[in-house]
């Protein structure tokens, strides 16, 4: 039975004192059990009446009280509370209150919900701590959303709760940035059941529980795009380098603006081209080496942690990894009894898995996607796009923690999986999946595909955007965009003279000249041509909520 009534916040020892207090306001007599855990869900040990107890048992009469009391000596120790009644029905309240150098606060026990709302504050006297709690047997996961005095959206992030786990933690050590931040209101929902309090502490020492409540209106949610049906651009600039039947591509971006490289892979001659900002002054020697003789194809960045990814096809069939900017290999793997080869045109994906707090790579293999651990090349399973044909290139979203992977052959739209590669739709088996979106727009091969997040600065994610697919028509490239929301078809966008377009890649951040970033494409397995972001926002009409 799941609890009925979490307290998110126990302390014990270190002159603390923590006292539950249970009210049976019923005409029946209420039994049941409390228990303490830690924050992994671990059993916790409290001293309850001079004994060390992980759980009490209580019965309260009709009108009852129930009082138990954690002592203060000894080491600090932290956690949750449960309780949980025998009564499926019970109506007992319950609170617990913190007595810590003279002072005293309560705070009442609150049910598990999938949405709570509570005051939070941050300042240069005063600071939010904010208590969430996963009662379950399954991983939860939470999205926070902050607003200021008036309303308005600050930020947001998505925290992962493991099985039983509870975390603590300062409104700033949740969000980033806060400098100017300091007071409004933090909006948590999820599809799992949860609970959250807020606690603000003075300089002084001094405790206080912020309001909060679960009856609430859910938030707005992303806005939608407006369609734009069709959109034609001039390119910025064109580059033809070394590199021969050019394939994928990826930016990398530094703090300095002037630290931007432009990279793109030649499955021709086994290499990766390397541009540097402004691009047009001419490309850097090619990484050629460790490469062998398989075809270089997938390539992406991970911009948190400044690695260069780049997959190579059979017989190579290795992932290897290059430091940023220093273009240094670190390390390459691949190499497993389970996985033949990496057939002719692996791609990459890269998502910051939400519960494990893990990065995950997947390498698309034709009809496999064989997933890693991307800290050490381990292989950790594998699954299959539904359906016949084959799939090269994916797409991972962090924040709904999604991958998106156009059919590449038989233009069938782009599948949606989660991140362990179960299928977003409910399907006998993933063979009988149809793809959730874009299955009546492809005329070619769905190709290279990006993702752009709003904010336009890239700094934030606020859950909108699109999705974008280069559909490969050979006489002229539709690069179809999708809603992110709704996964709708907004438009299709053309790029003046750009054809048979394999990969693309988008950088949002602001370059001189590119106040919105760049979006780039291959044109027909020869040149990589570019485009300013701000052009293709005013050619379609879209733009950032």
């Not at 949610?221 to 001039?234: D, E, I, K, R, T």
């Not at 021969?244 to 290499?271: P, Y």
Request: charged fraction near 20%; include cysteine; charge should be negative.
């Amino acid at each position: 039975m799941n609890p009925q009534l979490v307290f998110p916040q126990v302390v014990q020892g270190g002159g603390a004192v923590s006292e539950i207090v249970v009210s049976n306001p019923s005409r029946n007599t209420d039994s049941g059990r409390i228990d303490f855990f830690d924050p992994l869900g671990r059993p916790l040990s409290l001293q309850v009446d001079g004994t060390s107890r992980t759980s009490v048992d209580y019965s309260i009469p009709p009108g009852g009280v129930f009082k138990i009391e954690a002592a203060s000596n000894g080491t600090v120790q932290t956690g949750y509370v449960t309780l949980t009644s025998d009564l499926a029905d019970t109506q007992v309240t319950a609170s617990i209150v913190y007595r810590f150098k003279g002072t005293e606060v309560s705070i009442p026990a609150t049910a598990p919900t999938r949405q709570h709302h509570i005051v939070v504050e941050r300042g240069p006297s005063a600071n939010s701590a904010v208590a969430l709690v996963n009662a379950l047997d399954h991983p939860v996961d939470v999205q926070l959303r902050l607003f200021d005095q008036e309303g308005l959206s600050v930020s947001q992030k998505a925290i992962g709760l493991g099985p039983h786990e509870r975390i603590a933690r300062f409104l700033d050590e949740v969000f980033e940035g806060l400098d100017d931040f300091e007071a409004g209101s933090l909006h948590a929902d999820s599809t799992d059941l949860f609970t959250m309090i807020s606690l603000r502490q003075r300089d002084s020492g001094s405790l206080s529980a912020l309001p909060g409540s679960d009856r609430i209106l859910p938030l707005p949610g992303p806005a939608p795009a407006s369609p734009f049906q069709a959109a034609v651009v001039l390119p910025d600039f064109v580059l033809n380098g070394e590199g021969s039947n050019i394939d994928s591509l990826a930016f990398w971006s530094s703090e300095d603006a002037s630290q931007t490289f432009l990279f793109v892979t030649a499955k021709g001659n086994q290499l990766v081209e390397v541009w540097p900002f402004p691009f047009q002054s001419g490309e850097l020697d090619p990484i050629r080496e460790p490469f062998g003789s398989g075809r270089v194809n997938g390539i992406l960045v991970d911009p948190q942690a400044d690695l260069l990814y780049v997959a190579q096809a059979q017989p190579t069939s290795q992932v290897f990894v290059f430091s940023l900017p220093e273009l240094q290999l670190i390390r390459q793997f691949g190499s497993h009894p389970l996985i033949d080869d990496f057939g002719s045109e692996p791609g990459l994906g890269l998502l910051n898995e939400r519960i494990s707090a893990e990065k995950r790579l997947y390498v698309t293999v034709d009809h496999i996607v064989h997933v890693f651990r991307a800290a050490t090349g381990e292989l950790i399973h594998q699954f299959q796009p539904g359906g016949p044909g084959s799939f090269e290139t994916i797409q991972a979203d962090d924040r709904n923690q999604l991958l998106y992977i156009p059919d590449e052959n038989d233009q069938r739209g782009v599948f949606a999986y989660r991140f362990d590669g179960t299928p977003t739709d409910e399907c006998s088996s993933q063979a009988d999946c149809q793809s959730p979106f874009g299955s009546d727009v492809f005329q070619d091969d769905g190709e290279g595909i990006t993702l752009y997040t709003c904010p336009s600065s890239g700094e934030a994610d606020n859950g909108s955007g699109w999705i974008v697919v280069s559909d490969q028509r050979n006489s002229r490239t539709d690069f179809e965009f999708f809603d992110r929301v709704t996964w709708n078809h907004l438009g299709t966008l053309q790029i003046e003279g750009v054809g048979n377009t394999d990969g693309i890649a988008s950088l949002q951040r602001s370059l001189p000249g590119y106040p919105l970033g760049l979006f780039a494409a291959v044109d027909d397995d020869k040149e990589t041509v570019v485009v300013g972001w701000h052009k293709i926002l005013a050619a379609t009409g879209l733009s950032c909520p």
